[in-house]
């Protein structure tokens, strides 16, 4: 695992709190249940330290012990529903999205980017046909995706050179795009059109196009998608279809956004 080269903190910052939030994050959908070796090294932590993260936040009611093995309690998800209350986004854009799904008759989404991966802040869907089925909180890698391909294009070529030398690119199909060059050609290429389109890349059967969400400045906060099954329909259909359809959505969605404190700061630029 390549290890991330983090910043040097200032004297004000709670380094405990960082390395309790580092705990949280070594748990993902492939590893729920871990030894406290397995999250001392997944968080760079001697196991000391883990072990005292661990039962602090055990304490809270985070964390739970099973045998060896450590879980996470429902309660994590106040910090992540705490964002959304904050922000409102699913009531901002519920009827965005509602009224896309059913022109559509597929999934609609809205998601930001976090770190390398892109998260789901909204979400609806008229059918669940999709292998590959996600709601809000759900994360997955930026570079095989539709949404995550847009929000790249919107960085500065320093924070897009940083997200490239810190992410392991992984195949989860043979369709998947990991050579550097090639992703860094789509990525400018949606640059250029406006819009990116994938197909059974990040999961086989999923089809998706999505399109940049703007703030007052005009810098890329959120992506905004359609996916369906490749069964139903083609990506160049997609395309042909959608994109115009999804900008005049974005462009209300983006005067909705502006209202959003903390995604009019374009924090990631």
């Known amino acids: 695992m390549k290890q991330r080269k983090e910043p040097q903190p200032r004297r004000e910052t709670m ?8 705990v949280i994050r070594a748990f993902t959908r492939e590893s729920p249940s871990l030894t406290l070796s397995e999250i001392a ?17 055990s304490e809270l009611g985070y964390v739970m012990q099973s045998g060896r093995n450590f879980l996470l309690r429902p309660k994590v998800l106040e910090l992540g529903s705490a964002y959304l209350e904050s922000m409102n986004i699913e009531l901002l854009t519920r009827t965005y999205l509602e009224d896309l799904a059913s022109q559509t008759g597929d999934s609609a989404a809205l998601t930001v980017l976090d770190g390398n991966e892109i998260v789901y802040v909204a979400r609806t869907s008229v059918r669940t046909l ?15 995706t539709s949404m995550g391909r847009v929000l790249l294009a919107g960085l500065s070529a320093e924070r897009l050179r940083q997200y490239f030398d810190a ?8 369709h998947t795009v990991t050579e550097r060059a090639r992703l860094m050609k789509l990525i400018d290429e949606c640059r250029r059109t406006g819009y990116s389109a994938v197909e059974d890349e990040l999961a086989y059967g999923v089809v998706a196009v999505a399109v940049p969400v703007f703030d007052q400045a005009r ?35 983006s005067r909705e ?13």
């Open 130 to 144: 999709m292998r590959l089925e996600a709601h809000v909180g759900s994360r997955f890698p930026a570079y095989p």
């Open 15 to 22: 380094g405990g709190l960082a390395k309790g939030l580092d």
């Open 257 to 269: 956004l502006q209202r959003v404190p903390g995604l009019s700061l374009g924090a990631q630029i």
């Open 41 to 57: 090294s997944r968080a760079g932590l001697p196991a000391a330290t883990a072990r005292r993260c661990l039962l602090t936040l």
């Open 167 to 174: 992410t392991e690119f992984t195949a989860f199909t043979e």
């Open 219 to 253: 810098r890329v906060v959120a992506a905004l998608n359609s996916s369906s099954h490749s069964k139903k329909i083609t990506k160049n259909k997609l395309v042909r279809e959608r994109v115009a359809m999804l900008q005049s959505i974005s462009e209300q969605i």
